[in-house]
Every structure is written in C-alpha cells, then in structure tokens.
C-alpha cells in the first residue's frame, strides 16, 4: 500500500502514463491453480473504457489487455490458469493524438494534481495528466478481474447512487439495471432523470459529482485483519486511492453520527445457520472484520476538474491567467469510477482473505 | 499497515487489551536527535484519558506513559533525545476490578466485535472487550506525541464539529475553545447545547454518534506517495482504523457530490511567495499530494454500542438473549476520539514527511 | 524485514537498550489457540542467558519474561492460548551496575558499532553498546519459541560445529549431546578439547570466532515465496542480522562453488511416500523453496570484538588511542549465538509457513 | 522483499517466465530528475546476455530493454529524466524456438526447482524452467542499472574470484581487466587457465561452480536500517535471491570463524577527514551500517544443473528414470552471475540511501 503497489498478500503494482506508450499492472501473490479467461478480463475492461456512451471522454481506446505471464495452458483442457507467478499485464496508449501541450505544460490546471507533482517532483509529464491521469484506473479494473478469481463466492457490484444533488430510489434499487444503462445505476428511473441532467451539464461546459454504492455479497465473518489492517481501513484506502474520489463511508457511515446507540447497534438473532443480524447499519464490518452480512461501502467522487468554463490559474513561473482545459472529458468521472470502485474491492477482498486463511487457515469463519 | 503495525518510514506497532496488565506501543523509524519531553507526552495521554468529565467513562486510569527504550540523555543539557532506535512505550491498565465477565462471556455484543472476533479467531478475550476495546487507541496518543517532533513545523487540532444531529456553527469556530470545554468544541455556544443534550442522552441509557474535523496546518506543498500511498488514502486508512468509525472525507468530501466543477475546483492566483488556492476545497490534497493549504479531514464516529438500554442479541452458543451493558461507558465516543485524530493525523505526516525527503532530498516543495 | 520488524504475516518487532530499564518483543500476526507454556519460553531463554558456564559473559541477568498480551486462559483447561492478536513480551534489565563509561562514550570500539551508529545517528546510547548489544537476541529467541508452536511438525535444532579453526568430527555428530555441554556441541569429544582451547584464549585477554549449523526437520516440500522472498534468501537475512554474524550457506555452501553438476545437483528416486533425494548437497531448498529435506544452514561469527589486549582506535574527536574493553565479555559469542540462530530459522519458517497456506490453501506440498 | 517485489523505498517487481512473450521490471520510488541514458542501461543487459562467449549459453536473445513509463522529456536537453512515477522496462524474448518440452515436462530435473514448484503451486510453466530461470535475472540487471543513477558517488563492481576450485591471486587484481575477458575475471592470468578449464569441463557434459566477489566504493559511513534492515542482512537476501547462489559473506567472512578478536577487529586511526581503519577485515560494515570503507561480498554460485550427464529422476507420477538436459546452458552460471550480483548490491545501496536520507535528513555520515 505503498507508491504504486497495493495490497499484502494478494497485491499488485500499476505503472504507466496517459500519452505513455502503454499501462499495466503486476499482480503477485495470485493463488496457483485458478482458471483466467482473458474474454473475462477484457469485459471488465470494457465497462470501464472511454467512448462508451456520449456521458464519458471520448478518447478512443481499445484498452486491449494482454497478459505477458503467470499462466500456463492447462494440459488437460487447454484453457489457462494462474501459475501462483506474478500476472503482468499490459494495455497500449493507442489514442494519443499529437496535440498541441503548451497550454498544459505552461498552466497549472485547477483541481488537478499538476501544481502538486510539480511541487514534489520537480518534473512532470504534462501530456494528459501524466501518471495523474485516471488512465491509471484500467489497470485497476485488470487487477480486480484477477481477485474475484480469487473468491469465487464473493459477488461485488456497484452503482452509482447520487449525480449532482440529485440520488436514487432505493425502492427502485435493482442490480440487473446496473449494466442496461450508461450511468452504471440500479435505479432505471433516476438513470433517465440524470441523463438529461448530464445532456445540460455538458452544454454549460461543466461537470458534475456523484455517489458510489459498492456492495459485496457473499462475504463469510471473519475476515479482515485488525488493528492498522481492519478491512475497513482498507477499503478506505482502496476507494480513496481513486482519482477524484474525497469521501469514503461504510454502512450508515456519517448518517451513523446524527443516531443513537439504540438506532445504530444491529441487533441479532439465532438462525437455523448460526446467528444473524436484522439490520446492516455495520455495512457487514463490526471491529474491522466482516460478519456476514453484505459489506456495504459509499464513495463520493468530485466533479471532473477539466471543464470548458474558463478558470482563473497560475503558469509555472507564478504569473495570473485562465485556461479553458479543452479535450475529451468525462462530464461526471463517477461514472467511470464505477467499474473501478469494484474492482478495488474485489483486490482488498482477496488479499484479505489470503491473510486469514494465511493466519488462521480456515477460508471463513469457526461457525456453529 | 498491515495487523497491529501503522506507517512505513514512521511506523509504529500497538499491543495489549483492555484487561490485561498493560497496553503500548513500539515507535519504529523515528528521526534520531529530537527533544523529548515525557511532560509533553503525559499531557495529550491526558487528554484523552477516561473520567475527565461527566461525559466520558468513569473508568479510573492513570494513563502515565512509561518509556522503555530508544531515548537518551543529551550530554549537554541532560534532557532526553531520540536516538533513531524503536521508541518503547507502555501503559499499565490499573482499573482492571474484577468483576463478573459471564455476561459478556457468553453473549455477543451488538455492534461490537465480539462476534466476529469470535468467528474469526475461535477465541476472544472478553474482558472489556479484549483488543477491540478503545483503550488500545492511548497507543495511538502516544505515538502521535512522538510524530510530532518529527514535523515541528505543522499543527494539528481537531474539534468535534457535530454532536448527534446538532453540528456547529462555523462563524463561532476558535481553535482555543478546544481544550476550555470538555467536548473539545471549538464552538464554545455550541459546547454547552450539547452538554445539556448528552446529559439527557446518558440519563435514557443511550448514545450519540458524533464528527471530529481534524486540521493540519504548516504542511508544505509536496507531502503524498502516489498512487496507493496518496496522503488522502492513508488519512482515510488511519482514521477508518479508529474505533467506531465509519466514514472519512477529506475538504468538501460528500458534499463534492453535489457541486459542478466550477464550483469545487479550486482556483489559482499568483502570490508572492508562489501560487496560492482561493478557496480549499480540497482540503489541501490534489492528486494525492499536499498543496500548502490546510489538509482538512472529517471522520463519522458512531454512537457507543454498550449501553444501558436492553437489545436483542444471542448466546455464543446461538439462542436468542438480551443483553444490558452495564458499567462505566462514554454516552459519545467521540468526543475522546478527538486527540486519538490528532494522533492519527500526525502519524500519517510524519511518515509521509519522511518518506517524501527519502526519495526527493528535499523536506518540501521544490519552490518558486 | 524492515528496521526492527522482522517477517511478513508471522512477524515480530524488538525494542530496547543494553541498559536501559528493559528490552522486549511484540509477536504479531500468530495464529490463533495455540496452547502457550510460559515455562516453554522461559526454558528458550535461559539456554541463552549470560552465565550459564564460564565460557559466557558473567553478567547477572535472570532474563525472566513477562507475556503482557496476546494470550487467554482456556475456559476449559485454565491453560494459555494465543489469541491471534499481538504478543507483547518483556524482559528487565537488572544486571545494570552503575560504572564509569567514560571511557566507551570518548572512544570508538574496533569492531563494534560504535563508530557507524555515531555517523549514521549522531548520538548513540554507549552504555554497554545501547542497542547494538548482543543482549537484543533475548527477543529474538522469545519470538522463536512462540514460532516453535506455529510449526509443531518441524523441529529446530543448531550446533556449534566450529570455534576458532577446530572444527567438529561430524562422525560423532548426536544432536543429544547439544544440551549436555556449555558449547552447545553436538559432538561431545570435540566440546572437550575446545573447552580447555577457550580457556587459553580467554587467560590471554582474547576472543575467537564460531560456526553454527542449524537444521530444521520436518518441513514440507513447497514452502518459500520466490523470487525475492526465497527461503534461502530469508534465512540468509535472518542469520545476517544476528549480531557479530558474516557469513551463511545453505547446503553444500561455499563448497558448492568447488563441485561439478554432476556432484553436487542431487539425484532423486521414486519412493513409496513419492520421489526422494540421494543426497542433500541444496540443504533442503530448491529455487528458493523446501524439497522436504532438512533444511541445513550455517553461519559464521566473527570473534569477540570486546578484548582485554589493547587496540588502536580513535577518540570521538578524532584523536589517535588505545582502548582495553573491560567487563563481562564471552570469549566466543559464537555460544550463546546457538539459540539465537534456532529461533531466527523458526521465526523464517512460521512466516514462510503461513504464507504458504495463505496463498495455496494448503499446509503443504500437492503430494502424489 | 517478498515475493517478486525487492527493496523498501527504492523498490522493483519483476514478472515472466523464461518462454513467455516477454519479461520485465517495475522499478518504483526513484527519485525525479535523474538523467537517463537507455543506451547505458542497454549496456548493463549487453554483458548478462546469452552468447557473449563460448562460456555461456547460446540461447539467442537481444535482451533489448524498452522503457515504457517514469521517464520524460527534459525541455531544455530533450534528454530523459526520471519523473519520480514508476519505470516500466520491457524485455521480449525472442529465442523461443518451438520443441518438444515433454522431456522436461513430464520428469523432474536434479538441482533444479522442477519438484518444488511443483510441489508448492500444483502447476508449473515447465518451458526452460518456466518463473524459476536465471532469465528472470536480467529484470534485475536493468533495476540495477537505475539504481546506479541514485547513488552516482558510488562505484560498483564485481570479479569472478573462483571458478570450480581454482582462485584468483589477488595480486594481480586490477579492475580493469573485468570487461577485457569473457569470465569477468579481475586476474588476467587466472581467467586464462579457467578458459581451458571450463572448455574441459564443457566438452565432458559437465559445469562447475564459482565464487563472485562485489565491491562498493565511496559508501559513505551510515548506510544502513538496524536491526532486521541491516545493510548486511540486505545483502545477503540480495545475493541469496539469485538463482543458484548458496552462499554469501561480507568481508572476512567465513574466515573470521578462525580469527581472534586480535586479529579480526579493525583497528581506527585518527586521518584529516576524520578516523580511518587500518584493514577492513568488516567488509564496510559493522553493526548493519557501512563504515565508509569498501563494502565487500561474496557470493558461491553453484554448478548449473543442467547437464548432458545423464542423471538419476523421477517421473511426475514418481517412477525412477534418467533425464540429460540438454539444450543451450553455461558450463558456469557465475559467469554471468557476475553483472546480476553487481546490480543487486546497487539496488540494495540505493534502497539503504533512500531510507537513510528518509530519517536523518542527511545523504551520509554526521562527519567530523
């Protein structure tokens, strides 16, 4: 969880710039023995790449993935599977038009990590934001289509849950819709709603924010590693890692501050399999480690920083001017961010569960 | 960051439980030659020690820190300095009253982690809560007295902002307020609505959540390990990893939600000393890496588990029960999370400090 | 594997001075309900406690361990067990005579750390070599018998097999022998004439040098986490990082360099159990992981650099002057190393241990 | 260090197996604005690459490194700098020559880690060795060679010091002739009678081991994370992580089993620039931390396994067989050993430096 590497057990590396020849990423500590289809891979990749819809930049990628090793041709089948070698895998930058970078290379983009980077680095790559550029988050999405081989039991899916000040109707709340829309949103209703919303947003040359809802089901109690290591903490980490993202909550999360004990504590019950809970006010977490229930986690993701309304900003050597950030950018970068945000939970989820199985070796819970 | 240990370059390890003889912590990584002054450490130990006011537990404990190691006594001036050595702490538990632990023994808790302890470990010492207890969270205090020394340069305070569904009113802030009234409230008007509502809130038997902002001030532009070790993921990481917490936002947080990105990015102007931001609604961190400003961080506590009203739970051997938790608890846990913030908050930039003068050569930015 | 942390899921963390108040470790990442003997532990350290025999340093220390964490009494059996959560263990100094160090503050030791903690820190605890003192693997050997129980199928054994240039008859080789002389020599007749050659070195105000080999029994084939977490490499670093220790092999060791192919790779056999080998030229690793054979390393430890014959050395003020180290020095540190280097290679496997289960989900090899 | 990851702040993962597309490094946490020649890290791959000489495989490869992220433009001198981001370096492998991998895939190869990999994972890439080849090794060289732009003032260099039992006469050392012989011999004369040697050992089927000799000069005194993190313990994983080395010693190493005290402490003596030692019997270290002298290690490279000696095996489904590798391989894999063990020791030195300047604010020693 240091630099560009993340995770303990089941951790992987990212590298690479936006106008770069290529990204990647390296993923060590994969269990042996896992059956990878690459189709898989490439369908998370899919979701998450520009161009899909008239919502994000229009960029064209292909964000073709190619996996340079940690597989082996099953002898038997013929299909691949995971060596327990680390998996490196590669996305070419094809889209990386020669343009004209004064502007960006001269001015300090508000909102984005330009002034900072300069700041602690001395240099940066300015061509498209560098190694700042969400680019970075497909590699992410490669990583996280290897930890839910990891755990197959484990169901992760996320929506998005607020655009601007506008938010679902979680009595509309259904999972299925999330992939028919192209705002990643469970809600058919509020996606229309918000689409219009967008349509207006862009024309003023604007942007807006959005709400994240990642849920992982199927997570057995017991896993997380406390104190500094809490799943919680982790997940914290991991959402927070995304670019744009300023806020991170687990279960009722800040709502948790305005109840009372009473309210907030879920109180539980004896099942035929053991105890249950009859609220998720935890999110599926009590102490840092799961208990059973869905592990429920909210992100808040701030509006694109490049816009086409003109910005008061510095050049590099402290003089006032504007700059209007020209280009393909995404109106609302949650959208994007959905993919993204699943797959930083699948990886913390894996790596978790490898370090309790490590530790206690049980895969789950004592039980009953 | 991984189990009991926090921090790379800065780091520290907690150990102990609430009932056992003692509790402490191990500071790793320390800069050598830097005046310690035990004094100075009792004190924010103090702080948040329990029974300093109606309003925390009444539990009896000294708290006085003893420090074992990694110190040493200036030839000159005979005060003690750091000598680049693990700096070893330790804590007696001295209110350790023996008493009946059958309750707790053979019941769970509801929002505590007796469950899922119990399900992740098979064992769990139930006295007090055992590790899970708050009480580890002195190490914290300890260790956050330590980091400092490390950036003299910086201060960090933090106030409790909200008190259930009542927040403060930000016109009032006053950073001196903080330690005059025994909610840490930098609003003194808003201090005294909520003593008076946490007195009724303790007299049902009940708790309240609470949200404790936390600032630092003097941090150079440059501070942050891109990607995964943004200053931003592990303020959240740290903070998450604090008792009952259950969200973290940085600068505008959630409500960046709901703005357009002409409203939240903040816009540049050229100063003399070099750019500076005309708002901070990122609460000092872009891309990952301090901007100069304030770094402005927001945690959700929720409302202490153990209260005095009866809840439905279950026996450790799965039949439905009651359970009362008696004895002496914090109607708000949040109001003594307030140094442990701080701690945490102090912490994270003294190894972020250090990291960034490990790979730059410099302590901060690079300047205009 | 980082300052004074060593290890990865099963790792530990050592604080304390020479003289200052006490030293001590903190085991974390143990699995749980392990059944913990304290008088189990203590029997590991007194082996390696100073005067035990007149070939050890006569200082007084009882070297009695406090457990202070990470433990809980069985409902059942009233006995210990590990709780999976930190193990903090403490060890008074008590044998701390107030003297003149006047003379170690002034003046630089030859071969002691002295000089590079001088530099490296610009203060240095001097009083009996501070942290540097051979006195901090009292720790390592407490975190070794908690090691010994993660990994009760293996067993740990190490001999002296070489004192100044005397080296051992390995015909009479009988790892009985090793605790029924002070030498910790498994071959009895050898301990004898070694006896009566330290005698003379320690009448002549001098010291020599050792060779350990220590052999762990019963560990599985697959355990080690190449590439740069190797067992071979860990040992290597785990050996390294005892004090006064420059050098470690594996197997055939140095004399691999002098073999051919054909002598040293050793040949395998099918037998009943699955595949065997010949011989043990590797000492148990192949490609950095366990082939099933006894896992054989050997260290080199320089000689006692605390001597009574004067040497040349500087003072702090860079001025040419002799020092005689006065005190209670082992004439061959390479003894007391002994227990020392059984609980680094169990502290290796116990990691290496739950890594292995962590990432394959099981104990041990795939078996035939 | 663990798994395919090695060093702390200054850190590189590497990932491919020996017949897959490609192999690679990720090297993480370089410091920013270091200038970077491709054609001198090219030249680093050039002397480890295969088919340098008769004395080495003829497996055919360029080994062109391509680097494809943490690089950029310098405005001024269009040269490349180092951007502080990760730097992604690329390898093809080109000489996968399609064959018949039954043999090897079906027996388990003696010395090698056919049996142990397959042991712990359950699957192995058995291709030319798959993960477990000394190809993986050429990742490390190009690490090496960006670790050497992090600590300019350093020199480091390594020599081939035995070859099958035959030794260097250090009295013809000279640096020099390293790059002028093809077995990177520091003694002209002995290269010489090791040419014919190994032709002989070649022409029998056969291979031989060999000891390498790595020197650091201009390490400034202060190098170094005690305890576990001592510049020695580093070195000694470093070197024990290269395939077939079976072991490692700093300075007098294994020889100082045989010395007194007398003979083995280094005496000081005060010099201009502060004290200097009289011989460096410690190899540049003492207590984990350089003491400005050279810093000096060795290392013993085993024979290469593969032989065209028939050998006793075992089947994968264990039944006694002969196997003789045949196939392209170095008669003595410590020749090209030589660049790997080079890179290793700058990869550590720039890691210590990183962690140094990290916690002292200095680069070296306090001085005089």
Redesign the interface.
């Known amino acids: ?6 995770g ?2 089941f ?1 992987f ?5 936006s106008h ?5 990423v ?1 993923v ?6 896992l059956d990878v289809d690459p189709a898989q891979i490439q369908r998370q990749l899919d979701r998450r790449k520009p161009g899909q819809s008239r919502f994000t930049t229009q960029r064209r990628e292909d964000d073709e993935v ?1 996996i ?3 597989v ?1 041709e ?1 002898d038997r089948t013929g299909g691949l ?8 895998m ?1 996305i070419d930058n094809k889209d990386q038009r020669s343009k004209d970078y004064s502007d960006i ?1 001269d001015k ?1 983009r ?4 330009d ?11 300015y061509r498209g934001g ?3 550029s969400a680019r ?1 988050t497909a590699s992410r999405v490669a990583a996280g289509a290897i930890a839910r081989l990891v755990i197959p039991g484990v169901t992760v899916r996320a929506s998005l849950v ?1 655009v ?2 506008h938010k679902i109707d979680y009595a509309n709340f259904d999972w299925d819709q999330v992939d028919r829309n192209p705002l990643f949103c469970a809600d058919a209703r509020a996606s229309e709603g918000w689409a219009s919303y967008l349509d207006d ?1 862009r024309k003023q040359g ?6 994240i809802e990642v849920v992982a089901e199927g997570v057995p ?10 799943l ?10 995304i ?1 744009a ?27 035929n399999q ?2 249950y809970f ?1 609220s998720n ?3 599926g ?8 229930d869905p592990v429920v986690v909210r992100l ?8 086409l ?1 003109p ?5 590099t ?4 001017t504007e700059i209007v950030t020209k280009g393909r950018h995404d109106p609302c970068v ?1 959208i994007r961010a959905v993919p993204v945000a699943e797959a930083m939970m699948a990886c913390v989820l894996a790596d978790q569960f ?8 049980r ?1 789950g ?4």
Chains 1, 2, 3, 4 share one sequence.
């Open positions: 969880m240091s630099h560009n590497t993340f303990h057990l951790r590396t990212t590298w690479g710039e770069g020849p290529a990204i990647g390296v060590d500590g994969c269990p042996p023995n190619k340079l090793s940690g082996f099953d599977k995971t060596t327990g070698t680390p998996i490196s590669l290379r300090y508000p909102g984005h990590a002034y900072t980077y300069h700041q602690k680095y001395g240099i940066r790559d560098g190694r700042t970075e607020q601007g000040p947003i604007n942007s807006v924010g959005a709400v109690a017991g896993w997380g590693a406390p104190i500094y290591g809490k919680s903490a982790e997940l914290a980490s991991a959402m927070m890692s670019n993202v300023k806020g991170v909550e687990i279960g009722a999360g800040f709502d948790a501050a305005a109840l009372t004990g009473a309210d907030n504590a879920d109180e539980m019950r004896a099942g053991g105890p009859k006010k935890a999110g977490i009590l102490g840092g480690v799961s208990n059973g808040a993701v701030k509006p694109t920083s490049s816009i309304t910005r008061e900003t510095v050049t050597d402290n003089r006032d949650g490898l370090r309790h199985r490590g530790q206690t070796g895969e819970p004592v039980g009953f």
